[in-house]
């Protein structure tokens, strides 16, 4: 039997759109990435739950004709182990924006790591809060302007694969929206990885980081994620080892699964052994 071809009206709640995404904002590509890979696992919709906190990336829990809740500002991760403790059979994912997962979510970010419960958290960097205004973020870096930060930050940022590399995550990757068939094709193996997953994808807010910092329009910067960046293992890394690494960091299948190692205490607990 062929599959059915892909229809992106057949996994969104189209009475909610249009979207309320800036015009040149990526995270319409990360939103069709997700629905694509959803489509190609040929996952029944009632298998999948999306859990989201605040700001623009945020949005897409409302987005997709998925089970979905969205929460409050930083806490996805933490109603999404809720979730999955309870349905473990449900596949969780969480798009979380970098300041949402990494600022006031930071704590949760890096217990769901160490845990490695089931969850898919994509992580969606634009370097700014952008539904909220452009403040800087954790990701924004020295140097960048931002509407709390009009003489730029002295803030530096951290790399978001090596922080989920440190807590334990067992699936970290990471792209950006200019090579979306890449953020589809690690999506996919995020939601099919037994553990905790991160993949986190450079999107571009030209509303307020590129338009404050002088990166032009959202053409200007997507092209910036095609010379700035590089897979793991090329040449052109090799000979600019100062560009973004994309690629697959951590693939680690040796790590008991919480919900797994959680059901495995109550079975002790049930027959009385230590």
Request: proline letters at 5%; hydrophobic letters at 40%.
């Given at each position: 039997m062929t599959k059915k071809p892909f229809d992106a009206k057949d996994?969104?709640?189209?009475?909610?759109?249009?979207?309320?995404?800036?015009?040149?904002?990526?995270?319409?590509?990360?939103?069709?990435?997700?629905?694509?890979?959803v489509h190609e696992l040929e996952l029944d919709k009632n298998e999948i739950v999306v859990t989201s906190g605040i700001g623009c990336s945020s949005r897409i829990s409302g987005y997709v004709d998925?089970?979905?809740?969205?929460?409050?500002?930083?806490?996805?991760l933490a109603f999404a182990t809720g979730?999955?403790?309870?349905?473990?059979?449900?596949?969780?994912?969480?798009?979380?924006?970098?300041?949402?997962?990494?600022?006031?979510?930071g704590n949760h970010f890096?217990?769901?790591?160490?845990?490695?419960?089931?969850?898919?958290?994509i992580v969606m960097n634009n370097k700014i809060y952008g539904m909220t205004g452009g403040q800087f973020s954790p990701l924004s870096g020295c140097g960048k302007k931002a509407t709390t930060a009009p003489f730029s930050s002295i803030d530096r940022s951290f790399d978001i694969?090596?922080?989920a590399r440190g807590a334990g995550a067992s699936?970290?990757?990471?792209?950006?929206?200019?090579?979306?068939?890449?953020?589809?094709?690690?999506i996919k193996k995020g939601i099919t990885h037994k553990g905790f997953s991160v993949v986190?994808?450079?999107?571009?807010?030209?509303?307020?980081?590129g338009r404050k910092n002088k990166e032009g329009d959202a053409i200007q910067m997507m092209e910036g994620y095609k010379t700035q960046?590089?897979?793991?293992?090329?040449?052109?890394?090799?000979?600019?080892?100062?560009?973004?690494?994309?690629?697959?960091?951590?693939?680690?299948?040796?790590?008991?699964?919480?919900?797994?190692?959680?059901?495995?205490?109550?079975?002790k607990a049930k027959k009385g052994t230590a």
């Open positions: 996994y969104i709640r189209s009475r909610f759109f249009p979207h309320l995404w800036c015009p040149g904002c990526g995270h319409g590509i990360v939103l069709s990435a997700l629905l694509r890979a998925f089970h979905s809740l969205h929460t409050i500002h930083g806490r996805a979730v999955k403790l309870s349905k473990p059979n449900l596949k969780a994912i969480v798009p979380m924006g970098d300041g949402d997962a990494l600022a006031i979510g890096i217990h769901a790591a160490r845990r490695n419960i089931d969850i898919t958290a694969a090596e922080l699936f970290v990757a990471r792209s950006t929206v200019y090579h979306a068939n890449e953020c589809k094709d690690f986190e994808i450079l999107t571009q807010c030209p509303t307020h980081y960046t590089a897979k793991i293992g090329s040449k052109k890394l090799e000979k600019n080892p100062g560009l973004i690494q994309r690629g697959i960091f951590v693939e680690n299948t040796d790590i008991p699964e919480y919900c797994e190692a959680y059901d495995q205490i109550i079975e």
